[in-house]
């Protein structure tokens, strides 16, 4: 942690990583410090995967600003960074005649923001487009697309750890002290110096601003909630699915939304809490989601889905006010060389490409700096053996064995992928961090097959089995040996006679 950063970013979520990305493009000494055992951790991991055209947002936000734009070059950039991407299109379905004035009413404001090929389509062109969908008809949004989100976030993180960004990992910034061209971030690792700093620390971005006296936000965590179908599932949609959002809530419905891997996600819900961290799922909204997307999609069964996740939305407005928060993307004069990004719920995946933009150009503004040549400007974080054509394959294997060899059957991921994911660009040893670059643990069976195999692998690779954990902190995946556990048995029962 010696020497001096031109900037500190905090938070290794999307925003942080798309920056850092970013600046890599610069000669600037760069550190994102991130308090998670990996990037991609927060809510940027955990979110519907849509690249939003803009149709929901007002057109004189900073949201729309930065969400017109992202969306305009989310294609290449994914492609740059190997990426999965699909522009599967969506429509917005009004269940009954009653929602039909509102389809006109998002195609205006879709307009007004200028998406493109907005078209409302009858309940018999809704049925040719999707015949598993029920509806009295659909506002038709073909340029809407879907990206993998995490995959996304990693190849930012790592392309840019390869350009020369340091990542600190299970680093929280606990306070900030100093001004402008000398702050000094406290972390349980030591104190890191920096000229600039980037807030974008997500759900904790308001207490990260008041650690530099900028008292004015309080975020209003809201958990979505959303379950995952079985891939067998996967082609009952060709594009994604939404309601009629409804009026005052704090998100868009409960939507039906291929992945880029082929499966369909429902949800999310919407529940206000007291604490950032708390993205547990329920029963209750279980039910809730599979009844409600049934409503839709109703060949969909319970038994169809394999597991459930949630994500928490940063909202700067609180339940009882309900309505529009704007993202803040700027730096505010009790705090001079700190740029706040706060309040970045959705569409902050699909604007992170234009937020990064700006911020890389005030960070210049501020730190001119030479281009770096060493910018990796394309990268792939794992090669996906299960995308190649056989033949490809044949190669492979004969370069390397582990090409083929399944070790995840589900989701058929290679030894050779595994191995890769371990020896990651930032170091990050957890079982998630192997799961999120290679999908494995993902499928059907959820690691029962491939999870003990991982371990073994971890284990040969260096990790020490007391060492291993599922997502950092103290989620240990062993207690100690059995052979031990026995003996430690044996002796209380000794004692014990
Ligand atoms: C349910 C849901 C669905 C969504 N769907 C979409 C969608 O379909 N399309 C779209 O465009 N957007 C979507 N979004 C929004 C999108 O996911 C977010 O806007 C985006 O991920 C925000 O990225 P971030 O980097 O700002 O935050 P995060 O991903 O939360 O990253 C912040 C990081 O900061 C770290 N951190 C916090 N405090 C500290 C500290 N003190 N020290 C060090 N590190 C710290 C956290 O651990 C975290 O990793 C959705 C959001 C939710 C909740």
Redesign the pocket.
């Known amino acids: 942690m010696s020497g001096k950063f031109d900037v500190a970013i905090?938070?290794?979520?999307?925003?942080?990583?798309a920056i850092a990305r970013e600046l890599s493009s610069y000669q600037l000494k760069v550190a994102v410090?991130?308090?998670?055992a990996d990037?991609?951790?927060?809510?940027?991991?955990?979110?519907?995967?849509?690249?939003?055209t803009g149709i929901n947002v007002p057109a004189d936000s900073v949201k729309g600003k930065y969400n017109v734009a992202g969306a305009q070059f989310f294609e290449q950039y994914c492609a740059d960074l190997d990426v999965p991407f699909d522009r599967c299109g969506k429509v917005i379905v009004a269940l009954g005649e009653s929602e039909l004035p509102d389809l006109e009413a998002l195609k205006a404001k879709g307009e007004a923001i200028g998406v493109q090929q907005l078209e409302i389509i009858d309940r018999d062109t809704l049925k040719k487009m999707e015949p598993n969908i029920e509806g009295a008809g659909a506002l038709n949004v073909p340029t809407a697309a879907i990206a993998c989100?995490y995959t996304l976030?990693i190849a930012l993180a790592e392309s840019a750890a390869a350009g020369g960004v340091e990542f600190m990992l299970n680093?929280?910034?606990?306070d900030i002290n100093g001004e402008q061209g000398s702050f000094e971030l406290e972390t349980p690792n030591g104190t890191v110096s920096a000229s600039l700093i980037v807030n974008?620390?997500?759900?904790?971005a308001d207490?990260?601003a008041r650690m530099v006296g900028v008292t004015r936000w309080r975020i209003w965590p809201c958990r979505?909630e959303?379950l995952i179908l079985d891939r067998s599932k996967g082609d009952m949609i060709n594009s994604m699915v939404y309601p009629v959002p409804p009026k005052g809530g704090a998100?868009l419905g409960i939507h039906i939304t291929p992945t880029t891997d082929g499966n369909i996600i429902l949800?999310?819900s919407a529940d206000y809490t007291n604490d950032g961290d708390d993205v547990r799922t329920t029963a209750k909204v279980r039910r809730q989601l599979l009844s409600e997307a049934t409503e839709f999609l109703p060949g969909i069964s319970p038994r169809d889905v394999i597991t459930a996740y949630?994500?928490?939305?940063?909202k700067l407005v609180p339940s009882s006010v309900g309505g529009f928060g704007d993202f803040v993307v700027e730096e505010v004069p009790e705090a001079p060389g700190v740029m706040q990004?706060v309040g970045?719920?959705?569409?902050?995946?699909?604007?992170?490409p234009a937020i990064a933009e700006e911020v890389s150009r005030w960070t210049r503004e501020r730190l001119p700096a030479k281009k770096n040549l060493n910018f990796k400007k394309t990268w792939s974080s794992v090669r996906r053996t299960r995308e190649e054509e056989l033949g490809v394959i044949d190669e492979l294997v004969a370069e390397d064995p582990g090409y083929g060899e399944i070790m995840c059957r589900c989701e058929m991921i290679t030894r050779r992928e595994i191995v890769d994911s371990i020896n990651n660009e930032l170091n990050a040893t957890s079982l998630n961090a192997i799961k999120y670059r290679s999908r494995a643990t993902m499928g059907r069976c959820q690691g029962g097959f491939c999870g003990p195999r991982i371990v073994d692998l971890l284990i040969k690779h260096g990790g020490a089995p007391e060492s291993l954990t599922l997502n950092g902190g103290g989620s240990w995946m062993f207690m100690g040996s059995t052979e031990d556990l026995r003996a430690e048995r044996k002796a209380q029962r000794a004692r014990a006679k």
Not at 33 to 36: C, S, T
Not at 171 to 174: M, R
Not at 200 to 204: C, I, K, N, Q, T
């Open positions: 905090v938070g290794g979520g999307v925003v942080g990583c410090l991130e308090r998670a990037v991609a951790r927060g809510t940027s991991g955990k979110n519907s995967g849509v690249v939003h989100p976030n680093t929280q910034v606990l974008s620390a997500g759900l904790f207490k990260v979505g959303y998100g949800g999310p949630s994500g928490m939305r940063p990004l970045i719920e959705s569409p902050g995946l699909t604007a992170a």
